[in-house]
């Protein structure tokens, strides 16, 4: 177990939907980082925040937006959704701004299928 | 454009073979590379990690070797086991931009 919990597991959705994707890192980590994993891909860095604030982007996508609340949970919000946004959404955390040991420790994700 | 590429794709190996899976890069800002683990249904896990200062570094079965000039490194798994069967994921870190990049991905399978 990482420490790092991500809600929910499952999302079944339709194209054009909103969702929420919930991340809670581990105890004392102040970096949250969201990735990507699209079927038999890499993982792609869509963005990171660091104690509240947005550090780093990546390819993330207009529709969608992502912030870090004080206690330092974190949402990804996926707005207009198309067929192509189905994926699993990692949430990974570490303790420093880009990992003090370079440890990522990730979520087990969550699976999001648009219809 | 994708900062590391590995390869294989997939690799199956018998048990008790040696698994190689290779990753190269450009950016010579790089500082940190580390490998993960990925087990179906879970999320990527730390196996190894090596910097640059280093050509290679074991840790039990697992090794990495690392070539500062070519720009490549790559992960040796001696004695591969059905347990190792996995997606491996190599990837670099730029320490001033808080970025990891992240390969593609190798599923191995070792075939008991």
């Known amino acids: 177990d990482s420490g790092v919990t991500q809600t929910p597991k499952h999302l079944i959705t339709a194209t054009g939907q909103r969702v929420t994707l919930r991340c809670s890192p581990r105890?004392?980590?102040?970096?949250v980082y969201w990735y990507q994993q699209s079927l038999d891909q890499g993982l792609q860095f869509l963005i990171q925040?660091?104690?509240?604030?947005?550090?780093a982007k990546g390819n993330i996508l207009e529709r969608f937006s992502a912030q870090q609340f004080p206690d330092l949970h974190s949402e990804l919000n996926l707005s207009s959704l198309e067929l192509g946004d189905s994926a699993l959404y990692f949430c990974?955390?570490?303790?420093?701004?880009?990992?003090?040991?370079?440890?990522?420790?990730f979520g087990e994700g969550s699976r999001l299928t648009v219809l | 454009q994708q900062q590391v590429k590995q390869s294989p794709q997939s690799l199956i190996v018998q048990k008790g073979g040696i698994s190689i899976i290779n990753c190269a890069y450009e950016?010579?800002?790089?500082?940190?590379f580390p490998w993960y683990q990925q087990f179906p249904g879970k999320g990527p896990a730390l196996l190894i990690a090596?910097?640059?200062?280093?050509s290679e570094k074991k840790e039990g079965r697992f090794t990495i070797s690392f070539n500062k000039s070519a720009k490549q490194f790559s992960l040796h798994i001696m004695d591969s086991q059905p347990g190792d069967s996995a997606t491996y994921f190599c990837?670099?870190?730029?320490?001033?931009?808080?970025?990891?990049?992240f390969g593609s991905g190798t599923k191995l399978n070792v075939k008991p």
């Open positions: 990974a955390s570490s303790t420093g701004l880009a990992g003090a040991n370079g440890e990522l420790f």
């Open positions: 105890s004392g980590d102040l970096s």
């Open positions: 925040y660091y104690n509240g604030e947005e550090r």
């Open positions: 950016n010579t800002a790089f500082d940190y």
């Open positions: 090596i910097r640059p200062d280093v």
């Open positions: 990837a670099a870190r730029r320490y001033n931009f808080n970025k990891f990049y």
